[in-house]
């Protein structure tokens, strides 16, 4: 029999199709007697008494499972022949996904994983397995106001041995035993795919992912390193323990302030780039190079110059600049939910990627909240840039960071299009980044724009 949209299996009745898991089908299902939208995943038919038995009792352990980082067990039962299991419908977008669009903020991916391995360590102490933890089971609603809400799904289902995994230990490549720390060993392939944009080898041991994405410190190596490792008794013994080396390893970088996340839906990237468009484009000052900063920003210069290529172009000297502000590629995500980085000429005009200009410029829109876009400017030939009198700026400083110093200076203008928006602009000491001036303009007041997305800006 086949199962379509209307169909009503346990008291649920099938919405639309969500996708494959193992030797599964996935379905949103609306719950009959209450009303609440879950999701149930249903086995093709065909499988013995002992693994029905199994797949029941593995059930019943997961419903009595509470977490917020584990998404509910409801039900579980047979129909027609096939097993299906109830359980919680988290309405965000999966770490799949979000590495999709050009893969995900270094700090922002370590803190989904950890957050999935919490909620993996309460299945290991459940005496359970996941047995095929992949970054489409780990969901992710974004929370104006709150940091992410992070859900692991997919646990609580049992298994079959000839059920697909996406990403499979050595120990079972060969056959061996497994255990709890095969999922240990999956959700560090997650972590790796997430920091990358590309999933490891499943034939040769995982690589470090900073050999991909300089972006990554080596506190992340380490852990992917040991969650990772080749044989079982060498990664984290569980879930909690690579919950608890990913903390300390977000620990080691500068972290990241609150922010109100929001995914921005490409109508909005439309909206965001009229309104830069919109932008009289600022007139720089350039004179010599003056004192040095004595803390320059960090570095990216150890890429090779294909892999630059590869990511930025002919721009990749302003990414490197910026390496924690701007995304990894120019299909990523950056900070504060950065996306749609686009090389534009001065009239914010796109440019090709590859062809080299004597003032690199890079549009990247935002989240709205509060910033619709920033551009990015930086001089070719490496020579200086200096603020020169604006008549919109009501407001600025001197700026000092471990990072190194420089000119910040903040007010309001009014498009073409009669719209009032906020704007600050960011110059730097450093010979590092001072051939370069970030503008950063927003729907909120200068004023307002500067006290909320300064002080945390990872500049």
């Known amino acids: 029999m086949t199962l379509d949209e209307g169909a009503i299996i346990g008291g649920y009745r099938l919405g639309r199709r969500l996708g494959d898991r193992g030797g599964a089908t996935v379905f949103e299902a609306r719950q009959q007697s209450t009303g609440r939208l879950d999701e149930i995943t249903v086995r093709a038919p065909g499988h013995d008494d002992e693994f029905r038995d199994r797949y029941r009792c593995t059930a019943e352990r997961a419903a009595a499972i509470g977490h917020p980082n584990l998404a509910a067990v409801f039900d579980a039962g047979v129909y027609d022949g096939r097993l299906w299991i109830a359980t919680q419908h988290i309405d965000g977008v999966d770490a799949a996904a979000m590495t999709d669009r050009g893969g995900v903020d270094v700090t922002r991916a370590a803190r989904i994983v950890a957050a999935a391995a919490r909620g993996l ?22 929370r104006p106001g709150a940091a992410d809400l992070v859900v692991l799904t997919g646990h609580g289902i049992a298994r079959a041995a000839t059920d697909p995994v996406t990403f499979p230990a050595p120990e079972q490549r060969s056959g061996g035993a497994v255990d709890q720390r095969a999922d240990v060993y999956a959700l560090g392939c997650t972590l790796y795919s997430m920091l990358t944009g590309t999933s490891p080898d499943p034939e040769a041991t995982v690589p470090p992912p900073s050999r991909a994405n300089p972006w990554v410190p080596a506190a ?240």
């Open 220 to 459: 992340l190596d380490a852990v992917v390193a040991r969650a990772t490792a080749d044989r079982p008794q060498d990664r984290y013994p569980d879930g909690g323990a690579l919950a608890a080396a990913l903390d300390a390893a977000i620990e080691t970088r500068v972290a990241d302030p609150p922010r109100p996340p929001r995914r921005m839906l490409w109508s909005a990237a439309v909206a965001v780039l009229v309104l830069l468009v919109a932008v009289a484009v600022a007139v720089w000052t350039v004179t010599g190079r003056g004192e040095e900063s004595a803390a320059p920003a960090t570095s990216t210069d150890a890429r090779s110059p294909e892999l630059k290529a590869a990511l930025w172009g002919a721009y990749a000297y302003v990414a490197d600049a910026f390496p924690r502000l701007l995304p990894v590629s120019v299909d990523g995500i950056g900070f504060d939910e950065l996306t749609h980085c686009t090389p534009v000429d001065d009239g914010l005009r796109p440019v090709s990627l590859y062809e080299s200009a004597r003032i690199g410029r890079v549009m990247c829109g935002g989240n709205s909240e509060p910033v619709v876009g920033i551009v990015i400017e930086c001089m070719a030939d490496r020579s200086r840039v200096t603020p020169r009198p604006a008549d919109w700026a009501v407001g600025g400083e001197r700026w000092t960071r471990p990072s190194g110093s420089g000119q910040v200076r903040w007010g309001d203008y009014q498009n073409t299009e009669g719209a009032r928006l906020g704007r600050v602009e960011v110059y730097f000491d450093d010979a590092a980044r001072d051939f370069c001036k970030v503008q950063i303009n927003g729907r909120a007041a200068g004023a307002e724009l500067h006290a909320r997305w300064w002080p945390g800006a990872p500049v």
């Open 121 to 142: 360590g309460e299945v290991h102490r459940a005496g359970l397995r996941h047995g095929d933890v992949r970054p489409s089971d780990i969901r992710v609603v974004e």
